[in-house]
């Protein structure tokens, strides 16, 4: 076995389930117990049971048969301990809980599997002494510094399958439909599974739309004797009108919006081209089940590699896809970034070269 410098960890996950988890977690836990002999502790839903105290240690067993189980053993939860901070009873903040836990649990290091916000928290614990691991996962594949999250290539896969089903439907009943996927702040979801799946119109958050720019190409699309359109929409595309807005108006113009975004378009094409929408909001089925082949080797790869960074006293990382291979990218620099699609992506301008419009 192996010299290592951590002894025990601890072992959390973080935000948004996403598949891949399980598969991640397996390779952290078994490559540090056959590897170093580490001693591994679960924490249960995330910051929040490292704040509350809820962990229990956990042996060989317990990552048996989960390389291909959705979700994640560990629960997971939102909790952001440095986000407003409020002391309890005992004038203790969150940070306190946390570093008296880490301390009664005897950790030598904490590996924290999420996206942006835990990976953020991951950095912002690592500059209060903490030695963190982190690893990416999010189906927005929207980390910077990594070229690919584990859990994307999952919700891509089935984002895709739902709008081959959705084709046949549309051809059916010559119709606009419109399949909302997720992508908040980033729109490769979209992207990708827009372009798989034949989307003749793609709407990102990274390029405003103009619903006379989409009206013309699917009016276009009538008259050349197409019956149907399918518009895949990020949940967090927008206007023109919005792109001008301010934070504040903008998240006031959304709340007062009735349904999601996908509702609203089909709205509005119904207006400009007197043609049937019909809307399918695919929600959380993205984040579940059985994690593709890639993203297994992918989550697999993470984990063993943060193993390997814990060994060695590397802390204060994620641990990145570069080039095809695993390597440590400092917290600080990834901590409150969000990577979008850039607009000369090739991926967009493939899209643009088979006829896919963007709404601009």
Known sequence: MTHS???RFGILTSGGDAPGLNTAIRGVARAAIEQYGMEVVGIQNGYRGLIQGNAKEMNATDFSGILTRGGTILGTSREKPFKNPLPDRDGKLPIDHIKENYARWNLDALVVLGGNG???TGSLLAKEGLNVVGLPKTIDNDLVH???????????SIATEAIDRIHTTAHSHNRIMIMEVMGHKAGWLGLYA???GGGDVILLPEIPYKIDSIAHHLKKRRDDGKEFSIVVVAEG???EKEATMDKKTFKKARQAMQNSIGYRVARELELATGLESRVTVLGYVQRGGIPVPYD???ATLFGTEAVHMLARGDFGKMVALQNGKAVGVPLEDIAGKIKKVPLDSQMILAGREVGTCFGD
Do not use: C
């Open 118 to 120: 835990t990976n953020t």
């Open 146 to 156: 990594t070229d690919i999250t584990f859990g994307f290539h999952t919700a891509v």
């Open 237 to 239: 595309a927008l206007s």
């Open 296 to 298: 297994r080797t992918l």
């Open 194 to 196: 827009g372009v798989a």
């Open 5 to 7: 410098k951590v002894k």
